[in-house]
């Protein structure tokens, strides 16, 4: 068991309830963890979120409008398939309109194709249970977002299902279908996965590396410390996340993991793009995971970081689909933030014995409606008060990077 690192106190911080050690469980009702993998068996969303019981509340229908493959809009199918594949730069994959292919790392998403000779239509999802079931309940919510409106003309909702994806799928494609073993990865203490473009003061004029989804700048820094700023075009969303970790700490022997993204709060009064979040252990499947925070010491030491930043406990669930208000109800008093990959990253790093850290942008409020949520994320007011976010990180991480390992 890692040992448990003092909270950082700031003003705003909520007082925590007492949380449960590592490995025993917590006397709360949680949705239950991975059903039992079957090869090539299908399975059926399991959530059924409406604006009534999800905490997003009426932002959701839009939220899911903007996830969905035109494919799904167009026609009837006999069938939905959410499937394991990377498979992209084929002739007959379709790519989704909403891409966000103004950023480097981060855009690509699931893809879509029609099975020869069929009515039915595949969503190919880079393979990780997490990201296959994330998409089918996305996909299955919508249509019955648009059955409730009276559009008939589409797939029936019920006719949505997914082939969950393995551990060992996870691992073979990001071996085989990837660039990832390219990574020139020997000898590098430090990898930051996550925002890792929005590092200009660290990465410098460096060109980014790699020919494939995975990109890397390396540096070694005046206290001896050697980097990898590592970059993916798709999501590595909930357990790929974890698989990343353990092949970098296996392959590579790197001494630390840490990474940049945004997460969601269960506590209100937390308003979204005006915080960020860091803490130490995280609930996965239903135990604490504990680990020693390594960004503990330069966020106590940056200015900047004063009064913008919380130390928490976290959840890990593998959809946002999955966030309901009973769920948000069950577990508000006992843990602070929620995303898919904090934990499994966390746990792959606790097994391989190496070090790990997070510092996410908190960027919806589960506890309280705000204006700002997931489902407006480009708007202009969301953006500059991220770009305060990015500086505070930029400058976490530059303290950080300035003492030796």
């Not at 292919?101 to 998403?109: A, G, I, L």
């Not at 000779?117 to 880079?126: H, Q, R």
């Not at 001494?255 to 609930?283: D, F, H, M, Q």
Request: aromatic share 8%; net charge negative; hydrophobic share 40%.
């Amino acid at each position: 068991m890692g040992q448990l690192v003092q909270e950082i106190r700031i003003p705003q911080l909520w007082e925590k309830a007492p949380i449960s050690v590592e490995t025993t469980p917590l006397n709360i009702s949680l949705s239950p963890p991975h059903r039992p993998y079957v090869p090539g068996q299908k399975v059926y969303p399991r959530s059924d979120p409406n604006p009534s019981t999800h905490t997003m509340g009426d932002s959701l229908p839009q939220y899911l409008k903007i996830k969905v493959h035109q494919s799904i809009l167009e026609k009837a199918y006999d069938e939905i398939m959410v499937v394991s594949g990377y498979n992209r730069y084929e002739a007959d994959s379709i790519a989704f309109d909403g891409e966000k292919r103004d950023k480097p790392f981060n855009w690509e998403r699931p893809t879509a194709r029609v099975v020869p000779g069929t009515n039915t239509l595949l969503v190919e999802c880079f393979p990780g249970y997490d990201h296959i079931e994330h998409y089918a309940e996305i996909i299955a919510a919508y249509l019955r977002v648009l059955e409730g409106q009276g559009i008939t003309n589409l797939t029936p909702s019920s006719r949505v299902s997914f082939i969950p994806a393995s551990c060992s799928d996870t691992l073979r494609a990001l071996v085989e279908k990837t660039n990832l073993a390219d990574f020139p990865g020997e000898g590098i203490d430090t990898v930051i996965l996550g925002l890792v473009w929005h590092l200009p003061n660290l990465t410098g004029e460096e060109e980014w590396k790699g020919t494939g989804p995975w990109q890397w700048i390396l540096k070694t820094f005046d206290s001896g410390r050697r980097v990898a700023f590592l970059g993916f075009r798709p999501a590595f969303w909930g357990d790929i996340s974890g698989e990343v970790v353990h092949y970098l700490a296996a392959r590579f022997s790197v001494k630390e993991v840490i990474y940049l993204g945004k997460l969601g709060v269960l506590k209100a009064g937390v308003s979204p793009n005006n915080w960020l979040a860091t803490g130490g252990r995280s609930l996965v499947s239903g135990r604490v995971v504990e680990w020693e925070n390594v960004l503990t010491e330069a966020v106590a030491s940056t200015p900047s970081a004063a009064g913008c930043v919380m130390a928490g406990d976290h959840v890990t669930l593998g959809s946002v689909l999955h966030e309901t208000k009973n769920w948000h109800a069950d577990l508000k008093e006992a843990v602070d933030f929620v995303d898919p990959e904090i934990g499994m990253m966390a746990q792959a790093a606790v097994r391989s014995g190496i070090r790990y850290g997070y510092l996410h942008m908190i960027t919806d409020n589960l506890g309280q409606k705000y204006d700002e949520d997931l489902s407006n994320e480009r708007t202009e007011s969301v953006l500059v008060r991220r770009a305060r976010l990015h500086q505070v990180v930029k400058d976490v991480m530059a303290v950080h990077l300035a003492r030796p390992l």
